[in-house]
C-alpha cells in the first residue's frame, strides 16, 4: 500500500457537513437562475407504506430541498397499494409537465419490491440515477454533467474531490456489490484511474483484501461489522452503511469507535456519506430542471 504523503492537512474525521456549506450556496444561486426563467425546480417523492427510515430520508430530502430554493412534495401511497395503481401513480406524476424530477422511496412493500422503479420514470426526470439510459451513460464514462448519476455513488465522488484524496492509480476495495452503491460507484473510481476491487458475500479472504487496499469502502447494511482486523494504518475509510445497533444507536458498517484511531481518515455516521447523497439528488433535480 502506498503512503499518502501529501495528505496532512485533510482532517481525520471526513465530515459531510463542511461539503455542504461549500455548495449549498452555488446551489442557492443556480435555483435563483432558474426562478429568473420562469422556471421552479419541482421535485416529487412517492412514498409507499410507512417505514420509519423512509420518513425519515424523505423528511430530510425535502427540507434540502427547500432550504435552496426548490419545491418538494412528498406523495405518501398506501401501503397495500396494487402494483397496477402503483404504477398508474408513478406515471401520472412523472408526466407532470410541472415536475422536473422524481423518484420512489426504496424499499417498497413486498408485493411491489420486483418492480424495476428506475425504468418507470423516464430518463431526463430520473433524479435517482437508475434509468437504463443513465446507467448506459455512466457505464460508457460519460461526464456527470451530461446525464443523471446514482446520488451515493456520485456524493462519494463529491466528498474524495473536496478532501482533495487522490484516486488515480489507487487500489480501492468496495464491499457491497449493490445496484444503488457498489456497482455504480465502481464504475465512477474506475473512470477516474483507481483500480478497483469490488466484493460482496462470497468473497474469500476478505480481510486479507481490504487490508492491502488504499481505500476501503463498506456498503454492506451490517452494524460495526468492520472490526480494526479488517484495516491497516494509514487507510482511508468510507462507510455507506446507515444501521442500528444493539441500543438503537444509528451506526455505520465500520466499529467506529475502535477502527478510527488506527487508520488515516474515515467518514463518521451519521455526517459522513448520507447528507451527500441528499447533496446529489438535488444537484440532479437542478440539472433536471435546466434541461426540460
Ligand atoms: P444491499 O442491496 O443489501 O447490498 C448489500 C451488499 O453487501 C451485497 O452486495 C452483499 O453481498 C454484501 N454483503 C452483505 N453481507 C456481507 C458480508 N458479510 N461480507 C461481504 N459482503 C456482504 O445494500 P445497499 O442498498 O447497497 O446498502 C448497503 C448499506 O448502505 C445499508 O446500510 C444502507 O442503509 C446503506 N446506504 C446508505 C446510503 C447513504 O446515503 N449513506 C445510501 C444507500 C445505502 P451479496 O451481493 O453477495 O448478497
Given amino acids: 500500500m502506498l503512503p499518502f504523503l501529501t495528505m496532512k492537512s485533510i482532517p481525520h474525521i471526513l465530515a459531510s457537513a463542511p461539503v455542504i456549506e461549500a455548495k449549498k450556496q452555488k ?12 422556471i421552479i425546480p419541482s421535485l416529487k417523492v412517492i412514498l409507499v407504506g410507512d417505514n420509519p427510515a423512509s420518513l425519515i430520508y424523505t423528511r430530510n430530502k425535502k427540507k434540502f430541498c427547500e432550504e435552496i430554493g426548490a419545491e418538494c412534495e412528498i406523495i405518501k401511497l398506501p401501503a397495500s397499494l396494487s402494483e397496477k395503481d402503483f404504477i398508474s401513480e408513478v406515471k401520472k406524476i412523472a408526466d407532470n409537465k410541472l415536475v422536473h424530477g422524481c423518484f420512489v422511496q426504496l424499499p417498497l412493500p413486498t408485493q411491489l419490491s420486483h418492480i424495476d422503479v428506475g425504468q ?26 451530461s446525464f443523471l448519476p446514482p446520488c451515493t455513488p456520485k456524493g462519494i465522488m463529491t466528498l474524495l474531490k473536496f478532501y482533495e484524496i487522490p484516486i488515480s492509480g489507487k487500489n480501492i476495495v468496495i464491499v457491497g456489490r449493490s445496484m444503488i452503491v457498489g456497482k455504480p460507484l465502481m464504475l465512477l473510481l474506475t473512470q477516474r484511474d483507481a483500480t478497483v476491487t469490488l466484493c460482496h458475500s462470497k468473497t474469500k ?3 486479507e483484501i481490504t487490508k492491502k487496499a488504499d481505500i476501503v469502502v463498506t456498503a ?32 455505520g458498517d465500520v466499529d467506529f469507535e475502535n477502527v478510527s484511531p488506527m487508520v488515516a481518515h474515515i467518514t ?20 433536471a430542471s435546466n434541461k426540460i
Avoid at 122 to 131: I, N, Q, R, S
Avoid at 268 to 287: C, D
Fill in 27 to 38: 446551489l442557492i444561486e443556480q435555483c435563483l437562475k432558474l426562478k429568473e426563467k420562469k
Fill in 120 to 145: 418507470l420514470i423516464p430518463a431526463e426526470k430520473d433524479v435517482d440515477g437508475f434509468h437504463a439510459q443513465n446507467l448506459y451513460e455512466l457505464m460508457k464514462g460519460a461526464s456527470t454533467k
Fill in 205 to 207: 479472504n476478505l480481510t
Fill in 220 to 251: 454492506i447494511g451490517r452494524a460495526n461489522f468492520f472490526t480494526k482486523e479488517y484495516f491497516s494504518p494509514g487507510q482511508i475509510v468510507i462507510d455507506v452503511g446507515i444501521n442500528k445497533d444493539k441500543h438503537d444507536k444509528l451506526c
Fill in 268 to 287: 463518521p455516521v451519521p455526517g459522513g456519506v448520507g447528507p451527500l447523497t441528499i447533496l446529489t439528488l438535488v444537484r440532479n433535480l437542478l440539472q
